[in-house]
Structures are given as structure tokens and as C-alpha cells.
């Protein structure tokens, strides 16, 4: 149970294209998930909180404008990042939390995507 | 800020031996978290330690918690080669849904 799917898992596109990731609770309703980002040999950076039905909450140095977050339903949410740049090529996690995320609730993982901008 | 301080940063050793790897924090924290990242994929949710806990298991996994030195050790035994990965604490304050991520540690278990 609790299984979160991503996709894409790999993109490859030219500079200036916006690219749109897909998380989705498969087996569970989801109220927040939430947006990783991860270099190379790092740890996980988070970049936003989805929240199912209200704007997302961002991260401090995290442009809005650039990764757009929709959360449409309990199942989906979505980061679009917007005319991307190479500087954008990463790995993007998304997780999300069952039902009513409580505080420091264990949050269930996608298998991510792998961003390269050419 | 990056919450979580794991070491050591890298750790390989034979299968059937011990892997311990350590985490230290900040701030107080809820709970502690350990995950599991393999190679180019998301994480894998561990073991889950309250703050009032000092001990857990869960099958090879044992997980301490000294919240006075703000630490906690995760160790399994009896590694395997499939043990191979990436180690991630993460705590978790209260009143807040989010959690921060140590560096890690990153376990290669040789045959």
C-alpha cells in the first residue's frame, strides 16, 4: 500500500521548454504532498508544499512564477517548471503524506524524475 | 537549513558485517526518521522513532535516539549487497507537516 507514482522518470528537452511532472497517489487520498529537489550525491531539497485545493506554500528562494504547483485533486498533484533553463536539470521528488498529513507524519516517495536541459 | 548531519558520509564494508551510520540535529524535533534512497530513485520510508523513545527495531534495523545530544544511530546488521544505498535521517518538528533531511550516508555492501 501507499505507493506514489511520478512520471515522467526521465526528460530531456531544449532550453526554454516547460515541462510538466505528474505525482499521484495511487492507493491513498492525499491532502499535501510536497516537491524534492535533489543535486547530485546530495540530499533532498523541498521546494513546496501542495496542498489539495489551495495554493501551494513555497520555500524560501524557491520562484513561484518558475515552478508551478497545481494540486487539483486528492491524488494528483502536479510541478510544472516553466521555461526551463540547464540550470533547472535535476532530480524532482515528490512525496506525499496519507489522508490529513499530521506533524512529522512518515511521508511516501515517488521514484522521481530526471530533468536534463540542453 | 539543513537539519540533519549524517556520518559518515560514505561507508563500505563485506556482506555479513555491521553498517552503522549516525545522525546528528539542531533543533528539537516530534520524531526522527530514517529512509533508504537507492541509486537514481525515491526514498523508502525505514523506521520511525518518537522523541520520548529511545530504542527501536524493525527486522536487521536498530535505531537509537539521544535527544539530550540531539543524535540518533541507525544500524543494521547482517548486511547484504541489496542493503546497498543511500541513508537518509529526517526529523520532524511539531506543528508542522514538513520534514528536513540529513546529507546521508551512502552504504555499498560488497559481496
Known amino acids: 500500500g501507499a505507493v506514489v507514482s511520478q512520471h515522467p522518470s526521465w526528460v530531456i528537452c531544449k532550453s526554454g521548454t516547460s515541462v510538466k511532472i505528474e505525482c499521484r497517489s495511487l492507493?491513498?487520498?492525499?491532502?499535501?504532498m510536497f516537491w524534492y529537489r535533489q543535486f547530485p550525491k546530495q540530499s533532498l531539497m523541498l521546494m513546496a508544499t501542495?496542498?489539495?485545493?489551495?495554493?501551494?506554500?513555497?520555500e524560501q528562494g524557491v520562484e513561484k512564477d518558475k515552478f508551478l504547483i497545481n494540486h487539483a485533486s486528492l491524488t494528483l498533484s502536479t510541478l510544472t517548471v516553466t521555461s526551463a533553463h540547464p540550470e533547472d536539470s535535476s532530480f524532482y521528488i515528490c512525496?506525499?503524506?496519507?489522508?490529513?498529513?499530521?506533524?512529522?507524519?512518515?511521508?511516501?516517495f515517488g521514484d522521481g524524475t530526471r530533468l536534463s536541459i540542453l | 537549513s539543513q537539519q540533519g548531519e549524517e556520518d559518515p558520509q560514505a561507508l563500505s564494508i563485506q556482506e555479513g558485517e555491521n553498517a552503522t551510520m549516525n545522525c546528528s540535529y539542531k533543533?528539537?524535533?516530534?520524531?526522527l526518521q530514517w529512509y533508504r534512497q537507492n541509486s537514481g530513485r525515491g526514498l523508502v520510508h525505514l523506521i520511525l522513532?518518537?522523541?520520548?523513545?529511545r530504542e527501536k527495531h524493525s527486522g536487521r534495523l536498530r535505531v537509537t535516539l539521544d535527544t539530550s545530544k540531539k543524535s540518533s544511530s541507525l544500524l543494521i546488521t547482517a548486511s547484504r549487497a541489496a542493503d546497498t544505498a543511500s541513508y537518509f535521517c529526517?526529523?520532524?518538528?511539531?506543528?508542522?507537516?514538513?520534514?528536513?533531511f540529513g546529507k546521508g550516508t551512502m552504504l555499498l555492501v560488497s559481496p
Open positions: 492507493d491513498f487520498q492525499a491532502t499535501t
Open positions: 512525496s506525499a503524506g496519507i489522508g490529513v498529513i499530521r506533524a512529522g507524519q512518515p511521508q511516501h
Open positions: 529526517a526529523t520532524g518538528g511539531s506543528g508542522y507537516s514538513t520534514l528536513t
Open positions: 522513532i518518537r522523541s520520548n523513545e
Open positions: 501542495s496542498n489539495e485545493g489551495s495554493k501551494a506554500t513555497y
Open positions: 533543533t528539537s524535533i516530534n520524531n
